[in-house]
């Protein structure tokens, strides 16, 4: 039966499940990221000297993203063959499942080795979880969108990203006010995880009524599925997907140097309080909200590759400044170095959803969107803030941390110049084989793969 529903109703209700449950997500996943520099060192890892126990905190924080392939494989074919919403359904209800065994789950000084063991379990299944939900939440919110608003669609998504960290900030400087910083460490960080459980049930609510997306709806109309989508996109956009992981590496490395090592850094280094972390990350995470939507936008009226590569150039030449600017110890001017950095940052993640979607048909695209977000997190996320300590450890200098991410900027520009523009890509009619309706797809098509 046809839905009564209006396209702009249906248009609010789709904006407001993927963001509400991708802004959970994401709170859960950084309370973990920004918890793991300052607290869980104390919490599961007392009988190591703090050096060692910062890098075997961040440890347990990349296990997250090695889970994060392994979530996309898994809600992959539930994906492409079952429809987008089931996925958002079923990685929210897992999502604030772990949460709450977080929330819950003893230190060392109770359970000795088992509290960091199930601590990776847990940070393991949480990871897993997010390989599913983002790129679900990304891609159903991109098959509602217009075509020529595909870019303002997939940020609005992504805003859940710095809406969460805003979050988690304000929680955790809330508690820390409250409750002191004793009590923050002792198991006022608990609270969050439990808030982050209660969201969830709101949001399993809201998205159970979210129609099925459209364009997935019409492709299963007409029979257009993969029997085996990840295999059919590995035989025939691998070239693609290698592009796009490139192209990404160093925003992810940096973004998680920044809103991950960094507070433990400050912290740790330069000993600061990490309550005037939390207040930075505050801030900066306020300047996202604004970044990520103008981004897209941005990206509708001049072109996915032309944005990105404004804020590319922008993140290295901030991925210089950063560690001398934080080494000054000056707020206003600590804050400027995040801003040059994860500013532009912020601007590339209102890009991020359709840049990875868009070079996909119906039938491959949640499995290509999924597969490239994942593996690039795996390899850039999961390795950021541990490979951040180890080298700062070993050479004494942060310089080594700026080499490596100079390094991953110019690899990524270099091969964003090559890729083709992808905003004039139909959706609608993009289903087994391309057919374009815009006459600037035809160049697009043609270039890639």
């Not at 400027?336 to 979607?357: D, E, I, K, N, R």
Request: aromatic share 10%.
């Amino acid at each position: 039966m046809a839905s009564a529903t209006s396209p702009r109703t249906s248009h609010r209700r789709v904006l407001t499940a993927t963001t509400v449950g991708t802004t959970l997500e994401w709170f859960d996943f950084a309370l973990y990221g920004a918890l793991a520099g300052v607290v869980f060192p104390q919490v599961f890892f007392p009988t190591s000297t703090p050096a060692v126990a910062v890098i075997q905190s961040f440890a347990t924080f990349g296990v997250g993203f090695l889970a994060r392939p392994l979530g996309a494989v898994a809600f992959a074919k539930m994906a492409d063959r079952a429809g987008r919403k089931k996925a958002m359904v079923v990685s929210l209800t897992m999502m604030g499942a772990v949460s709450l065994a977080i929330a819950l789950l003893p230190g060392y000084h109770s359970i000795g080795v088992a509290a960091p063991a199930i601590l990776v379990l847990l940070r393991f299944l949480q990871g897993f979880c997010l390989g599913g939900e983002a790129s679900s939440a990304q891609v159903m919110a991109l098959e509602y969108a217009p075509d020529g608003r595909r870019g303002l669609f997939g940020a609005m998504v992504n805003f859940g990203n710095p809406l969460g960290q805003v979050l988690v900030a304000l929680f955790m400087l809330g508690t820390g006010a409250l409750l002191g910083e004793t009590v923050l460490n002792s198991w006022g960080w608990r609270i969050p995880f439990v808030i982050g459980a209660l969201i969830a049930v709101v949001g399993y609510f809201i998205r159970r009524h979210v129609e099925e997306s459209p364009v997935f709806v019409e492709a299963s109309r007409i029979g257009a599925q993969a029997r085996r989508p990840l295999r059919e996109l590995f035989r025939t956009h691998r070239s693609t997907m290698i592009r796009l992981i490139l192209v990404w590496l160093p925003n992810t490395a940096l973004s998680y140097v920044v809103s991950t090592y960094a507070l433990a850094y400050i912290v740790n280094s330069l000993g600061m309080s990490s309550s005037i972390t939390f207040g930075l990350v505050l801030v900066l995470n306020l300047f996202g909200l604004a970044l990520v939507p103008l981004g897209g936008a941005l990206s509708d009226r001049f072109g996915r590759t032309r944005v990105l590569m404004a804020t590319m150039t922008t993140s290295l030449i901030g991925s210089v400044a950063l560690f001398p600017l934080l080494d000054t110890r000056n707020i206003p001017v600590m804050l400027l170095a995040m801003l040059v950095s994860q500013g532009s940052q912020f601007m590339s993640a209102g890009v991020l959803a359709a840049f990875f979607a868009e070079p996909f048909p119906t039938a491959v695209r949640y499995s290509g969107h999924a597969t490239v977000y994942t593996l690039n997190n795996l390899i850039a996320g999961s390795t950021a803030p541990f490979a951040a300590a180890l080298l700062l450890s070993s050479t004494g200098t942060t310089w080594s941390i700026v080499g490596v991410l100079v390094g991953l900027y110019v690899v990524g520009i270099a091969v964003l110049a090559t890729l083709p523009e992808t905003r004039w890509l139909p959706f609608a009619d993009n289903h087994h084989v391309t057919t374009p309706t815009h006459p600037k797809s035809t160049a697009a098509l043609a270039a890639v793969d």
